[in-house]
């Protein structure tokens, strides 16, 4: 190749470079708007006057800044009622399938016990159910039971699931053996080698676990629509929902109410960012 | 063979059982026997407030000649095989992108996670006003460039797309976050390699990160088909399954026939079929899996 061609081909390749850089910074520019947008609308919507939401939803920008519309969702319905409901159930689901997920995937990753292998399959096979065909059979379980338009309903259906014994029961796979055994030589019992070598190794996937499960409950809808009736068990996603079904309606209230409902979450998401993130990329672990 | 297992290895069962037994039970009673309950509900006719009485597979038989329960898999259909391609695509696009050195990265992702953790009630509130015929963002922008606008949610025709389009907002961060640890984990020895040798990008994304993303691009497949034949909440609240069930989905419909109509037992043969049709297409992409997936 001689010089000059060879000076082309380089100077080719700086155009194709600062050009493909281009591009790249324009989809992600449109990308990242085609995100931010809408949220903008929504904060937008959320400070306009009644009268104004009722006539134009064009301009984001409201005319005055209604910040009464964030109390006024309060007094319309019973919404802390409804943050408070949410907040219990998501808390209790956290908590219970956090203990009894982990528990048992102790037992399935380290214990011997006749018929483990056939139970862990049936555990397998229910990741593939889709849940609604076990929402029938429960929802005629808690009719008997007595648990419909009961928080309960929806905590019991929220912890059990075969999600999490799965994700924990592979990762403590991965942890060696070695550092039980010392356990072992220090006398530990099964439980002592459980909450104090496993589970403190085992944060990360306890915070995937703990991460899955929030968003998972937090946003819950179907499940919340078939087993709850009354007002004032309502979960917030019900809440909005209803707010939104009105004939009329008040779309400055309901984006008020939906940026509510997100807030804590959105707040969560910004100082912990990391472990959602990498909590949601180890949710993907490979079995 | 010893007859009497020694006492460490009782204790080990003894152990097991208690560290299974919370979530055991909890398991059994509200998932393993409920798949089976469901499965045996199908052949009957439950009114709910009237005893069941068993009638074969008649459930069945009216699924097959039901024209509703057709458009509702169809219409499914069309959502998981619109959307999951779609969504996978972008999400492996961005994930290549936001996987190099680069100013504003962590703005980026923070940006499309935020979709994320909202539930899909909210995002589906949050772009109702955009889809309004008359005063809606996405029609003002159309307006500027001449076009009349589009019937988004209100037409037979663009409803579905409305939704699918929603659908895969809401859920690409999540893909892409999978998709950056997977590209994590390819050795960067492959890249200096193709590089030694002159690869070009788009061998080096043809012939490197395809392939030694595939497990992570199969996993995703797999869950997010699974996830989008289950989509209700962003339907229900968008479109509440119209116009003239242009989005009336199979969940939707299983919801519609069990808590609305009281039809037990035909909901449950439904919910049969929507399992069995995810699990045909599990195995499917199992077997097929074999040709493309790299261990």
């Given at each position: 190749m001689s010089k000059d061609a060879h000076m082309r081909n380089i100077e080719g390749y700086r155009i194709a470079r600062v050009i493909s850089r281009i591009v790249i910074a324009l989809v992600l520019a449109l990308v990242a708007a085609s995100i931010l947008v809408p949220m903008f609308w929504t904060v937008g919507i959320s400070l306009k006057s009644s009268s104004e939401a009722l006539k134009d939803l064009?301009?984001?920008?409201?005319?005055?800044?209604?910040?009464e519309n964030y109390l006024s969702v309060f007094k319309t319905i019973p919404f802390l009622r409804y943050f408070l409901n949410t907040i219990g159930i998501s808390a209790a689901c956290c908590a219970g399938t956090l203990i009894t997920s982990s528990m048992a995937a102790y037992a399935f990753a380290r214990l011997k016990f006749p018929g483990r292998d056939v139970l862990f399959l049936v555990y397998l096979g229910t990741l593939?159910?889709?849940?609604q065909v076990t929402l029938i059979p429960n929802f005629i379980l808690f009719r008997v039971a007595g648990l419909i338009d009961s928080p309960l309903a929806l905590i019991l259906t929220g912890i059990f699931t075969a999600y999490g014994t799965f994700l924990l029961r592979q990762f403590f796979l991965g942890i060696p053996r070695e550092l039980e055994e010392a356990g072992i030589i220090d006398g530990f019992g099964y439980g002592r080698r459980f909450t104090q070598i496993i589970l403190p190794l085992s944060k990360p996937a306890l915070t995937t676990l703990f991460i899955v499960t929030l968003l998972n409950i937090w946003n819950e809808y179907l499940y919340a629509l078939v087993f709850i009736n009354s007002d004032s068990k309502r979960t917030l996603t019900l809440g909005l929902a209803i707010l939104r079904g009105?004939?009329?309606?008040q779309w400055n209230l309901v984006m008020a109410a939906t940026l509510l409902a997100v807030l804590p979450l959105l707040i969560a998401y910004f100082f912990l960012q990391r472990f959602f993130v990498e909590g949601i990329a180890l949710s993907g672990i490979k079995g | 063979m010893k007859r009497s297992r020694s006492l460490a290895q009782k204790r080990e069962v003894a152990a097991a059982f208690v560290f299974l037994a919370p979530n055991l039970i909890g398991f059994l009673a509200l998932t393993a026997i409920p798949v089976l309950a469901s499965f045996v509900l199908s052949f009957f006719d439950w009114k709910l407030l009237a005893p069941p009485h068993f009638i074969g597979l008649a459930n069945f038989k009216e699924l097959f000649s039901d024209p509703l329960f057709w458009k509702s898999t169809v219409n499914t259909a069309f959502f998981v095989f619109v959307k999951v391609p779609l969504t996978v695509i972008i999400a492996l696009v961005l994930a290549i992108i936001l996987n190099r050195k680069m100013l504003g990265r962590d703005l980026f992702r923070t940006i499309l996670f935020l979709p994320v953790i909202c539930s899909s009630v909210s995002v589906a509130l949050i772009w109702q006003p955009l889809f309004d015929q008359s005063s809606g963002l996405l029609n003002q922008i159309l307006h500027f460039f001449g076009s009349k606008g589009l019937p988004w949610l209100t037409s037979t025709f663009w409803a579905m797309p409305s939704v699918i389009g929603v659908a895969i907002w809401k859920e690409v961060g999540y893909v892409m976050v999978i998709f950056i640890a997977g590209l994590q984990g390819i050795s960067k020895t492959y890249y200096e390699a193709a590089r030694v040798d002159g690869a070009n990008a788009f061998q080096e994304f043809f012939k490197i990160t395809l392939p030694l993303i595939s497990p992570t691009t199969f996993f995703v497949l797999v869950t997010s088909i699974i996830g989008a034949f289950q989509v209700f909440d962003l339907t229900s609240v968008?479109?509440?399954?119209?116009?003239?069930?242009?989005?009336?989905?199979l969940v939707m419909y299983i919801f519609q026939s069990a808590f609305r109509n009281f039809r037990m037992g035909y909901a449950s043969a439904m919910a049969m079929a929507l399992f069995l049709l995810i699990l045909a297409l599990t195995v499917v992409q199992n077997q097929s899996s074999k040709r493309w997936v790299q261990e």
């Open positions: 064009s301009n984001p920008i409201p005319k005055g800044l209604h910040f593939m159910v889709p849940r009105d004939f009329d309606v | 968008l479109t509440q399954g119209g116009p003239g069930n242009a989005t009336n989905t």
